[in-house]
């Protein structure tokens, strides 16, 4: 028997992997090879170091952070490298779906039984584990990386979620359904894809004028996040729509419509801010802020609505 395959049996033997005739064969292998003897020991060395060191449980946005980094890493691998050649081999292929056979695979290929070693193999335990995980929880909304698209069919009233984990997938239902709200309410937040943040924004928004989505307060925060980090004005101004009907009975939505009014950086969006603030102009804290508006904002036309707005509070008064 090679050395090299003596490595490889080693390890799955060592977690209980290898067919009793192959190990009968290593034991005669191991009795004549010094240096196989030395790895062996260094294996079960490494074995009782990861045992020493138990591996939480990730949560699910961990889950699939980890599958599109590893699935990057590997993606970047150099053609010739070894840990390529062994992860990319027929013979891993056959283990992956078994976390310990995988583990074991890892520990022949890190026989130096060192701290680096057993860091790197637990990370790719870790892999492993993960992508198990993800693959028994698949239909769990939190674990979906990013919605790639939003289409919507006007005949059926029904909305199509195109949204990735590793393969992309879709999910259909309305606006109303729970889980396309969970849908759109994570493209608001997370997609790198101004169009996509735009659409989710609008449709909840849409919903929300209508009386049905927003009185769920996750809904109705999602909008208020939209209004407050999102970088494209055209997102903020379709949150602003969304929160109109409740700035008069929520709190919460009138001190960020009048954060908006004071910090954001396009005046498209602090003119719409004032506009949504008209109905409640009695309250004291919004002639406070149009006060400072109408004397410290940078546009000139900010300013001017803005003494407009308090001039008709006067003439109200």
């Known amino acids: 028997m090679k050395c090299q395959t003596s490595e490889e049996k080693i390890a799955l033997a060592a977690y209980g992997e290898l067919p009793d005739d192959q190990l009968h064969e290593l034991e005669l292998h191991l009795a004549e090879c010094a240096g196989c003897r030395e790895y062996q020991e260094q294996g079960a060395a490494l074995k009782k170091l990861m045992a020493l060191n138990p591996i939480a449980e990730p949560s699910a946005n961990q889950l699939a952070s980890a599958r599109i980094r590893l699935s990057d890493s590997l993606d970047n691998l150099q053609e010739r490298n070894w840990l390529s050649r062994l992860i990319l081999s027929a013979r891993f292929a056959r283990v992956a779906a078994n976390p310990i056979a995988a583990a074991a695979l890892l520990v022949a290929t890190l026989g130096c039984g060192g701290a680096g070693g057993y860091y790197l193999a637990q990370r790719h335990f870790n892999a492993q584990i993960a992508a198990a995980h ?46 396309v709200q969970q849908m759109l309410m994570m493209a608001s937040e997370n997609s790198p894809n101004a169009g996509i943040r735009n659409d989710s924004v609008g449709l909840l928004a849409a919903e929300c004028r209508t009386g049905h989505a927003c009185n769920l307060n996750q809904v109705r925060n999602a909008l208020m996040m939209s209004l407050r980090y999102d970088r494209n004005p055209a997102v903020r101004m379709k949150a602003l729509d969304g929160l109109e009907p409740y700035i008069a009975e929520d709190l919460h939505v009138r001190d960020v419509v009048l954060e908006s009014l004071m910090n954001d950086s396009d005046p498209r969006v602090r003119s719409q801010s004032i506009q949504l603030l008209m109905p409640v102009q009695a309250d004291s804290s919004v002639r406070q802020v149009l006060t400072r508006v109408s004397t410290m904002d940078d546009s000139a036309a900010i300013r001017s609505e803005s003494r407009q707005a308090l001039n008709q509070i006067g003439e109200i008064q």
């Open 134 to 179: 993800a693959a028994e929880n698949a239909l769990e909304p939190a674990q979906v990386v990013n919605v790639s698209s939003i289409a919507t069919n006007p005949g059926s009233g029904l909305v199509q979620v195109h949204y990735n984990r590793v393969v992309p997938a879709t999910l259909e239902g309305s606006v109303s359904d729970p889980a």
